[in-house]
């Protein structure tokens, strides 16, 4: 381990900010010691996330969804294992790629789909999209389109937390291209600063739209960007939901016990394009690269460690299926029926500082 406390601070006497990463287990190793019930709710919470976002891109591609549509096809591991440590009074600010986060959390499938498709019984009354899903009675605070935008929002909303003395944690989510961004730097200097209940959660797919991480950041270590505010930092295997999900709960523990933020660099992948307009190989990437990487599926690994220690079955698993596609199906019919948000409404819920 490796203390990220500088000189400076350590002569002032604060207190070290521990480095951490994985879980060193292989993942049929770490199932055999979760609770089978656990491991089943996530499997069901990622299958929901994929059959989600294939219908998605179907709905999309008959011109039912407008607008941009960024799915989160290869890193439900991300958010599922993220979002299991938490509590319901807990906060959740995410990137424009957000259907996953909200799904995990709670949200009505139906009343998503409804908000991708612009139906006035979508989350946020089919006004806000694909990038714009809100549900305050869930502390889902927004998919968020301006690259990093939420990353400031978030800090605000755990320095009110702190302020009015609730036990509450904010996570925020945002993608690797949002690190270079100055808004980042001075959310994680006063979250630091301030101590705030705060974890900032970078998913690193490798690609800000089609530029290659390297190509456009001078450290690939991300989560290292911590140590230039005495903060504690972490790295974890975004394609395993169990790693994800104990780095993350030592992280919200630390957030809900010292009031102290940690940035927590998840390496994952998305197997489709950055967007539905985006191809998903041949451009920026090679079919090969992308094929390898599904080799790395958070579903497919989870499914065989849990088939590799008896606590599934493929007879389970078409069952489990069944169930998701099921739910998905009644999702797309609720928002096929769903009415278009009515033109005297254009401006109500609209915020104008």
Not at 13 to 19: E, I, Y
Not at 85 to 113: C, F, K, N, Q
Not at 176 to 204: D, Q, R, T, Y
Request: proline share 4%; net charge negative; glycine share 10%.
């Amino acid at each position: 381990m490796e203390a990220a406390t500088g000189p400076a601070n350590a002569a002032k006497g604060a207190s070290k900010r521990v480095a951490k990463t994985s879980p060193g287990l292989a993942q049929a190793d770490r199932v055999r010691q979760e609770d089978p019930a656990l491991l089943r709710e996530l499997l069901e919470k990622m299958l929901l996330i994929r059959r989600f976002e294939e219908k998605a891109a179907e709905l999309y591609t008959l011109g039912k969804i407008g607008g941009f549509c960024h799915l989160y096809i290869g890193q439900e591991a991300v958010a599922v294992g993220a979002l299991s440590t938490l509590t319901p009074d807990d906060y959740i600010l995410a990137s424009y790629r957000d259907h996953g986060h909200a799904l995990t959390r709670g949200l009505d499938p139906g009343e998503v789909m409804a908000e991708l498709c612009g139906k006035q019984s979508g989350v946020s009354k089919g006004k806000g999209g694909s990038m714009h899903l809100f549900d305050k009675r869930h502390g889902f605070l927004g998919g968020h389109a301006i690259v990093g935008g939420q990353i400031p929002l978030a800090a605000g909303v755990a320095f009110a937390s702190k302020y009015l003395g609730q036990s509450r944690v904010t996570l925020c989510f945002f993608g690797e291209a949002a690190v270079n961004i100055g808004s980042f730097h001075e959310s994680l200097n006063l979250a630091a600063l301030w101590k705030l209940p705060v974890v900032f959660m970078c998913e690193n797919n490798r690609f800000g739209m089609g530029t290659p991480v390297e190509r456009a950041s001078s450290l690939y270590d991300l989560a290292g960007k911590a140590c230039a505010y005495d903060m504690a930092r972490a790295h974890v295997d975004g394609m395993d939901v169990l790693a994800v999900r104990d780095v993350v709960g030592e992280a919200v523990a630390r957030a809900r016990q010292e009031s102290a933020p940690t940035l927590i660099e998840a390496r994952t992948y998305r197997f489709m394009g950055h967007s539905m307009s985006d191809p998903v190989h041949g451009h920026y990437r090679t079919k090969a690269e992308v094929e390898e990487q599904r080799k790395q599926d958070p579903i497919k690994r989870l499914v065989e460690a849990m088939e590799a220690n008896e606590l599934l079955s493929p007879e389970q698993f078409a069952d489990l299926d069944g169930k998701v596609r099921e739910i998905v199906e009644d999702a797309v019919a609720f928002a096929e029926r769903s009415a278009a948000p009515e033109v005297s409404g254009l401006h109500t819920d609209v915020y104008a500082g």
